[in-house]
């Protein structure tokens, strides 16, 4: 009895019944099962439709494959040739084992090496689910006796004596977890070139694409390849992200660039808007909403897009001058969070790694006359070398993009990066997604059972479901900065009242400190920092000004002061007496 090449598909029928028995196994070939139950005796008769999975180790099923394969002119019958096939191979065992994964009828999965082991311990449950008429045999005095004689004619399969054997190799070959198609995508993301044959399956080995990722970038090769020429501050602002300048040049512009400006001509406007919607359209149906346009479908979407803003827009109600508050919407697809946050906050972002996208979006811009600002930039990459940049911004939103991440990336590398975030941002919302909705897709084995498994290594920042349901939202704040080195808690955070965006300016205050942040910009440059230590310095002693407890500059982003905590006059008013000595 056989079933199909990849073991998925034929329905064997039971013996002496009507019943079916849907037999897949792995590699292609007779069931060893079912053998096992003719060598007892046993009457396969199940109650009703069952299926039953037989898979051998991978080791001995490719073994058998590539010497089919090497007979059909499909493989070079090589050392190498071996370990090609099977580093390939295995996506088919992957593809074996996650149809299998579904099964909604009564199933048993075996593990063919530990049958040959010890059939008399899988016995009885094999007797119940497909011979239940005959149980009886697991305790029968003649069965012990049938089992070894079955034992001696089906001994494993000794991978030793095959021509290619390797030991090491061999042991790669039990261990494989990773496809290699994605193997090799991730290896040329990193280092510019394809894996050797068999460093190939030693990457298999690696228990996620996460992992995999972080390996690779650990690798002397790889801090080779990215290691930065020594730059100074003015230079690093250029650092490119598909042509991104970084958060802090972004930011950086005039106060004209803030307002609503409609189009000259509103019609060539609208029209090159409405033709750039095309090609999402076709790609997402009526999935995203278009700022600006109508939408005679109603997408599905926009309800969930204007809640996140107006969780926001509640969240940044006490900020009198909004144009301090700097916004990143990650995965921004046809903009629409951005465009209504930039409503109240001019200074959004929105990024995305799809050109067609950011076209839109641009387009949209264009017709609406918004503040928004949209780049094609892989947020990843910003995190992985520049994640200080991050201190430019107030708040992150992850709007239906994690779990795509995740399927790109792996669930470890999602975390890290995720709790990089959380160490430099306020308030980072994200929208989880659950497995039972990527069933269809089959990607449901890529995600975390629980969605929040994925927030679990924020530890420094506080976790809050806002929504549940199909897709959850939550929100991570962060609770601490850490300044050269210092811990700072805060419970509060205020902004400038300044009426130019470009003087930005922050404080945290917690309960026995206080911490001044600047943000550099062509209004608001290094000096404004080093005149503010200048000025505490020179009140040291006498007890009008608060002691320094850390400070730092990294040159582009901002200079931050910790100050302790005094109750009374704003420093600002101490130390307005002192603009003209500093």
Same mark, same amino acid.
């Given at each position: ?28 070939? +007779? ?13 396969q ?16 099923a490719v ?50 090496? +530990?049958?040959?082991? +010890? ?23 003649d ?11 089906n ?33 040329? &993301? ?16 690696q ?32 650092? &490119? ?10 930011? &950086? ?10 189009p ?28 600006g ?21 509640q ?17 921004c ?21 799809n ?11 264009a ?23 991050f ?8 709007l ?6 995740i ?22 919302v ?14 449901d084995?890529?995600?975390?059972? &629980? ?38 808690p ?18 945290y205050?917690g ?42 500059d +990294? ?28």
């Amino acid at each position: 009895m056989k079933a199909g090449d990849l073991g998925i598909g034929t329905g064997i029928a039971g013996m002496g019944q009507g019943n079916m028995i849907d037999l897949r196994t792995w590699p292609q070939g +007779d069931s060893v099962v079912l053998g096992l139950l003719d060598e007892i005796g046993a009457q396969q008769a199940p109650k009703g439709p069952v299926v039953l999975v037989e898979a051998e180790t991978f080791p001995a099923a490719v073994i058998a494959r590539f010497d089919t394969a090497v007979k059909a002119g499909r493989a070079k019958d090589t050392p190498d040739g071996f370990a090609t096939f099977a580093s390939r191979d295995f996506s088919n065992l992957a593809a074996f084992r996650h149809a299998n994964q579904a099964v909604t009828r009564p199933a048993m999965t075996i593990d063919l090496a +530990d049958l040959r082991v +010890d059939p008399a311990a899988v016995l009885p449950q094999l007797l119940r689910l497909l011979a239940p008429s005959d149980a009886a045999l697991a305790d029968a005095p003649d069965t012990a006796k049938r089992l070894r004689i079955w034992q001696a004619a089906n001994p494993p399969p000794d991978l030793l004596r095959f021509r290619y054997y390797d030991a090491t190799m061999f042991k790669h070959l039990a261990a494989l977890t990773l496809e290699r198609d994605d193997v090799e995508a991730v290896f040329q &993301d990193l280092l510019g070139r394809s894996p050797s044959v068999k460093g190939a399956l030693a990457l298999q080995t690696q228990p996620s694409l996460g992992n995999l990722r972080a390996a690779l970038m650990a690798s002397e090769e790889y801090v080779k390849l990215h290691r930065p020429a020594h730059t100074t501050g003015a230079e690093q602002t250029t650092t &490119d992200h598909n042509g991104f300048a970084g958060f802090a040049a972004a930011f &950086d512009r005039p106060e004209t660039a803030l307002a609503v400006t409609p189009p000259e001509n509103r019609a060539a406007a609208r029209a090159k808007a409405e033709a750039a919607t095309a090609p999402v359209i076709a790609a997402q149906q009526s999935y995203q909403p278009f700022y600006g346009l109508s939408d005679p479908k109603h997408s599905t979407r926009e309800a969930l897009l204007r809640a996140s803003c107006d969780l926001l827009v509640q969240e940044f109600a006490h900020v009198q001058r909004k144009s301090q508050i700097r916004i990143l919407d990650v995965g921004c697809n046809a903009g629409f969070a951005s465009f209504v946050l930039a409503e109240t906050f001019p200074n959004t972002i929105g990024f995305d790694v799809n050109a067609v996208n950011i076209a839109l979006c641009h387009a949209l811009k264009a017709h609406s006359g918004s503040a928004a600002m949209f780049f094609k930039a892989d947020l990843l990459k910003i995190a992985e070398t520049s994640a200080k940049d991050f201190e430019a911004l107030d708040a992150v939103l992850f709007l239906n993009v994690i779990h795509q991440l995740i399927f790109a990336k792996g669930i470890p590398y999602v975390k890290a990066m995720l709790a990089t975030l959380s160490r430099h941002v306020d308030l980072i919302v994200v929208e989880l997604s659950r497995p039972a909705e990527y069933v269809p897709f089959g990607k449901d084995h890529l995600l975390p059972l &629980d969605p929040a498994e994925i927030l679990e290594d924020c530890r420094d920042a506080t976790l809050t479901l806002i929504k549940d349901g199909k897709r959850p939202v939550y929100t991570i704040r962060r609770r601490a900065l850490e300044v050269d080195g210092l811990r700072v808690p805060y419970s509060k955070v205020n902004y400038s009242l300044h009426d130019k965006a470009r003087v930005n300016r922050k404080y945290y205050f917690g309960s026995d400190s206080f911490t001044k942040v600047i943000r550099y910009t062509a209004l608001q440059s290094r000096d404004k920092l080093q005149t503010e230590l200048h000025g505490l310095r020179a009140l040291t002693g006498q007890n009008i000004a608060p002691a320094i407890r850390s400070w730092d500059d +990294d040159g582009v982003t901002a200079g931050r002061v910790v100050m302790e905590r005094l109750y009374g006059p704003m420093l600002s008013e101490v130390l307005g007496s002192l603009t003209a000595a500093c």
